[in-house]
Each structure stands twice: as C-alpha cells, then as structure tokens.
C-alpha cells in the first residue's frame, strides 16, 4: 500500500512558477513509475507527465512540454513538478499518481495509487 501527498500548490500569476511535491508513504516509491494528472472544474482528469523510477525516462503531454519538468528523488520517496510559464489554462487540481507501467499517455485505470490533489490556481 502507498500513501501519496501532494504539497506546493498556491495562487499564481500567470507567467509565473510553481514546484509541487508527491512524498510517498507505506511503501517505496523506486518500484513505481510516478506521474501528475490535473483535472480542471467541469472537465476529466488528465496526464500531465510521468518519469520511470530510475529517473531516465520522461513524458509530457504537448499542452505542457518545455514548461513543466518532472523529476524524482528516490532516497527522499519524494516526485516534483517544476511548472514554469504558467497559463491560466493550468488552472486545475493536481495529483500525484503511482502506476507499475511507464507510458506516454494513460487510462486513469492504468493507476494503482493517488494522492489526495493540492489546488493550483493561476490568475491572469
């Protein structure tokens, strides 16, 4: 069983950057491939990145490629999410997530763990 909790999140103006963080608990988090979904009021939760547990590998979405960088510290059971040049169309919940399988895109099936979401809101 993992626990996962999400912290970093805040009000920011846009342009701006946020760092989230995912600590894991109750298990190790190296046997998990890590990712972050978001999900937005009136709309589906969605991927937003993902890294292999060695920290090799990573994927992202185009809606956030080359402005949001995922990474990972093992020793710590700790993932982040660098989110710079943030657009009020990042506006969303975001969650931590734990899957045994890498992808560059997912089902939330696919998901075998999940935080409980920290808020990101983003003003113009």
């Known amino acids: 069983q993992v626990q996962l909790e999400e912290s970093g999140g805040g009000l920011v103006q846009a342009g701006g950057s946020l760092r989230l963080s995912c600590t894991a608990s109750?298990?190790?988090?190296?046997?998990?491939?890590m990712a972050w979904f978001r999900q937005a009021p009136g709309s589906e939760r969605e991927f937003v990145a993902t890294?292999?547990?060695?920290?090799?590998?990573?994927s992202y979405p185009d809606s956030v490629k080359g402005r949001f960088t995922i990474s990972r510290d093992n020793a710590k059971n700790t993932v982040y999410l660098q989110m710079n040049s943030l657009k009020v169309e990042d506006t969303a919940v975001y969650y931590c997530a734990a899957t045994r399988r890498f992808s560059d895109s997912y089902q939330l099936g696919d998901i075998d763990y999940w935080g409980q979401g920290t808020q990101v809101t983003v003003s113009s």
């Open positions: 890294i292999s547990w060695s920290g090799v590998r990573t």
């Open positions: 109750g298990s190790t988090v190296i046997a998990y491939v």
